[in-house]
């Protein structure tokens, strides 16, 4: 089990830049989550995909920000046009779902800052 | 809609226990988890509860949920120095699939 992978780790751009970040879940996981967590603060929910179907959108998720699976196993997470309000932590998590449990594995976080 | 709170500090002595508090508004919440995470680091996932349950046990932590004042609690037995980071209470509410996070508590183990 390699657990979820999450690259970069560490992204610095400028405002008005385009950044794209990736994400590998756990291999066997049909559930792929986008969180954001600010200094201080819980992670907040962005979006999740069931396979390749993205289901939900949190009010979060402006208009620049966009979020593929294409194949239903990596994901990514584009932000256009970038605002230092967008500097945050970016978690992805997996999880299995279709169970009674569901559990949410977190991968490391991209931490993006604009400057 | 779903609110999570917890008190923001703690500070314990090593050996002793910790017990980290938390309260829900949803009262549809299924599931209940505890996550830690360490500086620079991602959430590790610690325990959960069914919203059925009122304890669980796993090794050295213990979850206590009250469900009618919505209160729970993550005791950490015999403290150790390695325990010192952010504790996250999440909650998954009725059909939801995403996490509502508190904004964690920040134990720091005191040798």
């Known amino acids: 089990d390699t657990g979820v992978s999450q690259n970069p780790r560490h992204k610095i751009t400028k405002r008005g830049q385009n950044v794209t970040f990736r994400c590998d879940p756990i291999?066997?996981?049909?559930?792929l989550y986008w969180y954001r967590q600010t200094l201080g603060q819980g992670p907040e929910f962005l979006t999740y995909?069931?396979?390749?179907?993205?289901?939900?959108k949190s009010r979060l998720l402006s208009d620049r920000f966009s979020a593929e699976r294409p194949k239903g196993s990596f994901s990514t997470l584009e932000i256009q046009r970038t605002e230092q309000g967008d500097s945050a932590m970016y978690l992805c998590?997996?999880?299995?779902?279709?169970?009674?449990?569901?559990?949410?594995?977190f991968g490391p976080g991209t931490r993006l800052l604009v400057l | 809609g779903e609110d999570v709170e917890q008190s923001l500090f703690l500070s314990v002595r090593e050996g002793d226990s910790s017990v980290i508090n938390c309260t829900y508004t949803?009262?549809?919440?299924?599931?209940l988890y505890w996550y830690k995470q360490e500086p620079g680091a991602g959430l590790q996932l610690l325990t959960y509860?069914?919203?059925?349950?009122d304890m669980k046990q796993d090794q050295r932590l213990t979850v206590l949920l009250n469900k009618k004042d919505k209160h729970l609690s993550l005791r950490i037995a015999d403290t150790q120095t390695g325990d010192s980071a952010i504790y996250f209470c999440?909650?998954?509410?009725?059909?939801?699939?995403?996490?509502?996070f508190g904004s964690g508590t920040q134990l720091t183990v005191l040798p």
């Open positions: 998590a997996s999880s299995r779902g279709g169970g009674q449990v569901e559990t949410q594995y």
């Open positions: 291999s066997e996981h049909n559930r």
């Open positions: 995909f069931q396979n390749e179907a993205q289901l939900e």
């Open positions: 949803d009262s549809s919440s299924t599931y």
């Open positions: 509860i069914f919203s059925n349950m």
């Open positions: 999440a909650e998954r509410a009725g059909s939801a699939r995403q996490l509502t």
